[in-house]
């Protein structure tokens, strides 16, 4: 067997192994899937999209659990926006490149692999405890706020990175100041990619239990929540609290308010991805 | 030299990038009404000299000058003048075409814009006479509200210029105006020079050789950061005083 | 009008202008010759300083038109053929001049029957035609005049090759004005050489428009080439 023989043998037998690794991850989500949607799909209905939680399997709904996990969406974005856009913005174009700006920019970067039960516990100590906001929609919104800034301020600079410098050079050379410059012309044009971060961000935050459990969110909320200081709970929650029960139909419950989940999560990242194109569509430089 | 007035000039410029010493003593008067061009190899310097005009450099870390740069006798660099004010006087055209991602009618009034006039007719009447001074109205007239990113290269470049029109400078700098352009648009951008140069003030850093020669009224040699030679183009084309610049313009090296 | 045009347009200009100053020398040489007006002969003297300096002027503008604009095609034939043509008018201006300070030499006007004898009215004749005729060529071309001229330059340097032996016959005759018949053939060696000048100048308007080479081309070759076109 000649030398390149041997070599286009090694490529096939990775080839091979490339397409096993692949599958492997995709076998397991698709077993996933199709269980849940076997399990849950039966028991969607307009009355559990509308039912308050209640003892009996056969009565329960996830009317609060959804209607917390969008109070949760709406605030968490009205927090984290402004804060993890202007902290990009500020990073990205008006911070002087030095040791400060540097040791930001590390522990960012850091702070968005801290596990999100930190977050939990920082957002108990501060929000829940010391600025007595209770196990409110407030906190739980503030808490995933903090969680989720560290991806918005990533994706914000990447996205204001992209902008050419020739687009800053031609509106400095017209007048404009630096605010009018990022204003006008830089956040316009890095905007499809700043939206898409937040979503995908927004997407996380909306699978998290753990920091929210931590700040106190209850698994029974009989009422839907009507102001940002009322208890709550969210969708993750509720399927934790399904799925600890022995009873098995509140484990169709559960797979029932995971595909609800699933759902949310699916579309969020389908509108990134749209909008992603979109952008790319419309601007090329 | 100069039969008309001197419209920009520079005294024993200095400037640097952090350590490095990228201008050496830079004197030079340029014309009013008249072309200037830089010519001289890459990173001789002409294109930091053409960004002090403008203080385009302002915003690098590091980059500093010395001396003094004199737009109508007044010191640019003094601290009592806004930059954002000699920006208007003082208008820029690019190497690549960077029209912004909007229409051609948000590209030509944007300057305006930024300037807090908002009357809708005042600024149509402003992209019209731009727009015609570049000899593009013609072509875009029924598509002022389409994306400026579908015109040709040398239509946006011509854009551009129109762009720095509108805002009413007296001087105009161009930084290598055609090097990403073919060879008509280049024509285009060079017949408009020539037809600019009645009322504006025009700096241009070319690496072109013979456009210098077929646009310029006056031409500046740079070698590694000094100024070799200015004078009128026809001089500095049929008989360069300075070794240098003869091999330089006559493609031995460099 | 494309800048590049502006400035042919210019050269051109000059060219035309310094062209009539040396059509007026060569008419006036003829005044002067026939009415040995000396007032009008110094004239024409001192119209070559002028004539000398658009040389300059021109042969300069040709010299900037090639480094700055580095022209190709058609704008570089015409500007090489405007640096010869420029030569060419001037020589032509210098005839002139010379034929002026000849007749300050001479002691009255040309005699008549001698001028008719020798032909020399004839050549003077012929030569402002084909000059006029070239200026006419270069501003608004065409082959047929263009190929005309030259053959007009036939006709003079026949002229030329008989003159010969009719100023000997005069000088023969009249031992006397030997002098006489020494300037006359003078004169007649300059008129053809006006001749040769003027057909320089029509085969660069030739070469400008054409793009053909047809200087030095035989005879033969020449005659082939307008059978050719007819």
């Not at chain 2, 020669?213 to 360069?240: C, H, Q, W």
């Amino acid at each position: 067997m000649t030398n390149s023989d041997k070599n286009r043998l090694k490529d096939k037998a990775f080839q091979v192994f490339g397409i096993f690794c692949t599958l492997i991850g995709l076998v397991v989500l698709a077993v996933f899937l199709i269980d849940i949607l076997i399990k849950g799909l039966g028991r969607i209905d307009w009355e559990f999209l509308t039912s308050l939680p209640s003892r009996r399997a056969a009565r329960a709904g996830i009317l609060t659990a959804w209607a917390g996990t969008l109070w949760i969406l709406v605030l968490t974005t009205i927090i984290a926006f402004p804060l993890g856009v202007s902290a990009g913005v500020y990073l990205e174009e008006y911070a002087r490149k030095n040791r400060l700006s540097n040791f930001l920019e590390i522990n960012i970067s850091n702070l968005a692999g801290v596990p999100s039960i930190i977050y939990g516990l920082l957002g108990m100590e501060i929000f829940v405890r010391q600025m007595g906001l209770g196990g409110s929609l407030l906190s739980g919104a503030l808490t995933l706020s903090l969680l989720i800034l560290p991806i918005i301020i990533v994706t914000t600079r990447e996205a204001i990175k992209a902008v050419p410098g020739s687009i800053r050079d031609g509106s400095y050379a017209l007048g404009a100041s630096k605010w009018q410059t990022v204003w006008n012309q830089v956040l316009p044009a890095s905007f499809g990619g700043i939206l898409t971060g937040i979503i995908l961000a927004l997407s996380r935050a909306v699978g998290e239990a753990a920091p929210l459990i931590v700040i106190g969110a209850l698994a029974y909320v009989p009422f839907i929540p009507s102001s940002p200081l009322d208890e709550f709970t969210v969708l993750p929650i509720q399927i934790f609290n399904w799925t600890s029960r022995p009873q098995e139909a509140f484990l169709i419950n559960a797979a029932a308010a995971i595909i609800m989940l699933l759902f949310i999560t699916f579309l969020l990242n389908g509108i990134a991805v749209y909008l992603r194109n979109k952008q790319q569509k419309k601007i090329k430089w | 030299m100069a039969k008309n007035n001197i419209k920009l000039e520079a005294k024993n410029l200095n400037a640097y990038y952090g350590d490095f010493k990228a201008l050496k003593d830079i004197t030079i008067s340029m014309e009013e009404k008249a072309v200037t061009a830089f010519i001289g190899p890459s990173g001789c310097g002409k294109s930091t000299f053409l960004r002090t005009l403008n203080r385009m450099n302002d915003y690098i870390d590091g980059f500093r000058t010395e001396g003094d740069i004199l737009l109508d006798g007044k010191d640019i660099y003094d601290k009592n003048i806004r930059v954002d004010e000699l920006r208007k006087e003082v208008g820029m055209v690019f190497q690549k075409p960077n029209p912004f991602p909007k229409t051609i009618f948000e590209n030509v009034v944007y300057g305006l814009k930024i300037q807090g006039i908002k009357n809708k007719a005042h600024l149509e009447e402003a992209a019209e006479k731009s727009l015609r001074q570049t000899a593009l109205w013609e072509e875009v007239k029924d598509k002022m509200h389409k994306s400026a990113l579908a015109l040709s290269g040398g239509q946006q470049q011509r854009l551009c210029i129109a762009r720095a029109l509108a805002i009413s400078p007296s001087v105009i700098l161009m930084d290598e105006p055609t090097s990403a352009l073919d060879p008509i648009s280049t024509a285009k951008i060079e017949e408009l020079i020539y037809e600019l140069k009645n009322d504006y003030t025009i700096v241009i850093v070319t690496h072109n050789m013979q456009q210098a020669g077929r646009v310029s009224d006056n031409t500046a040699f740079f070698y590694m950061g000094e100024l070799i030679e200015f004078g009128k183009t026809k001089t500095i084309f049929t008989s360069p005083s300075n070794d240098r610049t003869q091999n330089y313009i006559t493609g031995r090296f460099g | 009008m494309s800048h590049i045009d502006k400035e042919l347009k210019q050269i051109q200009e000059k060219l035309l202008e310094m062209w009539d100053l040396v059509e007026y020398q060569l008419i006036s040489s003829r005044e002067a010759l026939l009415h040995h007006d000396l007032v009008l002969a110094e004239r024409v003297v001192k119209l070559g300083k002028k004539v000398n300096r658009y040389d300059t002027k021109i042969d300069r503008q040709c010299e900037n038109f090639f480094a700055l604009f580095t022209p190709v095609a058609v704008d570089l034939r015409q500007i090489l053929a405007t640096i010869k043509i420029n030569a060419n008018l001037e020589r032509i201006g210098d005839t002139a001049e010379g034929i002026c300070r000849i007749v300050k030499k001479l002691n009255g006007p040309l005699s008549e029957p001698l001028a008719q004898e020798s032909r020399l009215l004839e050549m003077y004749d012929i030569t402002l035609v084909m000059l006029a005729d070239a200026r006419k060529v270069l501003t608004n071309y065409d082959a047929d005049t263009a190929h005309a001229i030259l053959k007009q330059d036939k006709v003079i340097n026949k002229i030329y090759r008989k003159s010969d032996k009719t100023l000997v016959d005069f000088m023969h005759q009249n031992p006397a004005n030997v002098a006489t018949g020494l300037q006359l053939y003078t004169l007649i060696k300059k008129m053809e050489r006006v001749g040769d000048q003027i057909t320089n100048i029509t085969e660069e308007i030739i070469f400008y428009h054409d793009a053909k080479m047809i200087k030095h081309r035989s005879d033969k070759k020449k005659k082939n080439r307008n059978k050719d076109d007819n």
